[in-house]
């Protein structure tokens, strides 16, 4: 095995190029388990810790968050967690403290585990991941389009996740995620909810409910449709119930250790309900005042 | 492969690691500190926390050569020479040690959170050791020892602030 450790992002750039098969490491919260458990030899490493700007965020000239590959949780529930609330809830649910002083986003959508904790948030901030290779630059690449299949996403092989772009929020935002405890859990299921007040509409994504994560598109459209985005009205209990209905109907889970697929679209129902009310009680108290 | 590190503030250099190898084994096998533990490999446990660039971290996910050129502080290193360190006595005195597998983690992310915390409230102690498993499940003690802890570090900051 090699254990490439570039300086620069160039140098990484050049390395994945040279090497394909090198399995870029941030966190190592996924690939040494992989290694520990000899489910995975790569044939080289590829570190990205030594690339210092990858730790690095900014808000660019449109207005956008650019949060590095190599920004952990921890760093984004402390230093994001006002502008980006769904992606900080959830991020505060990875793992341990441990787990979450070396984790990153840029890992996540690197294993991209359809359990993965930032996926429904960065699905319902409408978030775009900027991929890049040495041979034909940078390529953004919209969440939505991002998941191919279990752990499988759109990255070309030498293509390395450069950093996310979000919008900071506009509206309340919140993530919701049912385990069998509060720490180190994989999620049974999860959700995430957006509301874009500005463009009447919410993003509403499901997680650890299907192949991949996904946007709850139905469910979507039935919101930006149906509410009152006003926000001079409580939501009437039918339009939440269906709203939850169609959250559900977006998942196609499995039965397996963690949790049936019955249970899963039952507690996504919940979750989306959940999400929804609490998100609606801060939208209507901010219209009020 | 070489690997250059910063190990309890001493420098040190390791050679023959193999690239795939976890900082836990280096520290363990290859440097002769036991302190943090091997257990699950997975991040799991809490077990092999050590402080890496002064972050508590699972030593058992961290690759080897990402260490290279780090700093990292074990259980071996929160004494002062002979001298325990006051997280470590609370653990002796409220009895928080059993079979003492899970100590030296708990120890360092104990120690972390009473650094930058001072005085935690019972939520943030739960929540701060919420990745290191006992599996003997004394956590109460352990609780109560980093309220002790916790409790004479206020003491002893109120003191030197009274004498000044």
């Known amino acids: ?289 | 492969m070489r690997v250059h590190l910063t190990v309890n503030g001493r420098d040190e250099t390791v050679d023959g690691v193999w690239e795939g190898e976890s900082l836990l084994y280096v520290l363990r096998e290859r440097m002769g500190l036991p302190g943090a533990k091997n257990a699950c490999e997975q991040g799991e446990c809490g077990s092999c926390t050590v402080y890496l660039d002064g972050l508590p971290v699972c030593a058992c996910l961290v690759a080897a050569g990402q260490a290279d050129g780090r700093r990292v502080r074990t259980v071996e290193g929160l004494a002062d020479g002979g001298r325990l360190h006051p997280i470590q006595e609370a653990f002796v005195e409220c009895g928080a040690v059993q079979c003492g597998f899970c100590t030296p983690g708990l120890l360092v992310q104990a120690h972390d959170l009473i650094e930058r915390v001072g005085e935690p409230s019972d939520a943030e102690i739960r929540e701060a050791l919420a990745g290191n498993l006992c599996r003997c499940t004394g956590y109460e003690k352990i609780l109560d020892a980093v309220r002790l802890a916790a409790a004479r570090r206020g003491a002893a900051r109120t003191g030197t602030e009274d004498r000044s």
């Open chain 1, 1 to 289: 095995m090699d254990f490439l450790r570039p300086a620069t992002w160039a140098e990484a750039l050049a390395a994945k190029a040279a090497d394909p098969t090198a399995v870029p490491i941030q966190g190592g919260t996924d690939v040494m388990v992989e290694i520990n458990f000899d489910v995975r030899r790569p044939p080289a490493l590829l570190d990205l810790t030594a690339i210092g700007e990858l730790g690095d965020w900014e808000l660019t000239a449109d207005g956008l968050l650019r949060v590095g590959a190599g920004v952990p949780y921890a760093r984004i529930i402390t230093e994001l967690g006002d502008r980006l609330p769904g992606l900080a809830q959830a991020s505060r649910t990875v793992g341990s403290p441990q787990i979450r002083n070396r984790g990153t986003v840029g890992g996540n959508l690197g294993a991209a585990s359809p359990a993965g904790d930032a996926h429904p948030p960065l699905l319902a901030c409408d978030a775009v991941i900027e991929a890049e290779s040495a041979a034909r630059g940078t390529r953004m690449i919209p969440a939505t389009g991002f998941y191919l299949g279990v752990k499988r996403n759109a990255l070309e092989p030498d293509e390395l996740i450069r950093a996310v772009h979000l919008r900071p929020a506009t509206g309340p935002q919140y993530f919701s995620k049912v385990g069998t405890r509060n720490a180190m859990v994989i999620a049974v299921c999860s959700f995430a909810l957006a509301l874009h007040p500005g463009e009447r509409r919410l993003g509403a994504a499901v997680g650890s409910a299907a192949p991949t994560p996904l946007r709850a598109r139905a469910a979507e459209e039935f919101a930006a449709r149906e509410f009152d985005w006003s926000g001079a009205t409580a939501l009437d209990p039918a339009l939440l119930a269906r709203f939850g209905e169609l959250a559900a109907e977006a998942a196609s889970p499995i039965d397996d250790v963690r949790g049936t697929a019955a249970y899963r679209r039952h507690a996504i129902a919940v979750l989306a309900r959940r999400t929804l009310t609490w998100a609606w009680n801060d939208y209507r108290g901010k219209a009020a005042a």
